[in-house]
Every structure is written in C-alpha cells, then in structure tokens.
C-alpha cells in the first residue's frame, strides 16, 4: 500500500507519488471484496451485519477491513448513531456512486462474457 499523502495540489505530486497512488487506488478497486461491498451498497445504506451476510463468504475481519479502505479512499461514509447497542451504517460517498457506475458496466460484461471465457478456459485446459 502506498503511504499516506498529505493534502496538496495535484500538480504538486511527483511523477512516483502519483504513480504510486494510482496503483494504490486500483489495487483497492480491483479485490474482489471491494467490488462486491461496493455493489452491495448500491443506492442504499446498510448496517455492518447486513452487509456481512450479504457478502458470504466474506468473514467478518475483511468485511471491516475492506471498509475502511474504502472509507479511507473516500467511497464510502461510515455513521455511527449514539444508541444502545451502537449502530452504524454505510453508504456510498459521491465518489463511490462514480465508481459503482464502472463497477455495474465491468459486472455486465463480465455476465455477458461467461460462458466465452468458461469455453476458452475448458478449450485451454485440454490442451
């Protein structure tokens, strides 16, 4: 993970430090469990429980971790209501409503290409 980067200008970053948090931010785009935590929440909001079990098989450990990153990226807001027992919900930021666009875009080619790439595979494997 690349390291934190102080508010600044975007043009002030180097040419690393930009390359570098754009590798960041696509390796955090890319898990699967931010993918599907970001589907999930959709144009809602959901409590940490609901979203675990929606996300099954994901444990409870990475479900919070991926939220975080999330959260520290931006994506998503994290709300906590001051009541017995505590709750606290998630949501998409404005940011994270830009990427769920992409990330609904990428599940539908990845639904209309399935059985292509499940032929391709079976085709590869036989040889």
């Known amino acids: 993970m690349a390291p934190p980067i102080p508010e600044a200008d975007e043009a002030a970053l180097s040419e690393h430090t930009r390359r570098a948090l754009i590798r960041d931010v696509l390796e955090r785009i890319g898990d699967k469990w931010s993918v599907v935590v970001i589907c999930q929440l959709g ?5 940490f429980n ?15 971790a ?5 959260e520290r990226d931006g994506l998503v807001t994290r709300t906590v209501y001051d009541t017995k027992p505590p709750r606290v919900d998630y949501a998409l930021t404005a940011r994270g409503h830009s990427l769920l666009e992409v990330v609904r875009t990428l599940a539908g080619w990845a639904e209309d290409n399935a059985s292509g790439i499940l ?3 079976t085709a590869y494997d036989a040889r």
């Open 50 to 64: 609901e979203l675990s079990r929606m996300s099954e098989p994901i444990t409870k450990r990475m479900l919070s």
């Open 119 to 121: 032929e391709s595979r």
């Open 43 to 47: 144009d809602t909001t959901r409590r």
């Open 66 to 70: 991926t939220l975080q990153g999330l």
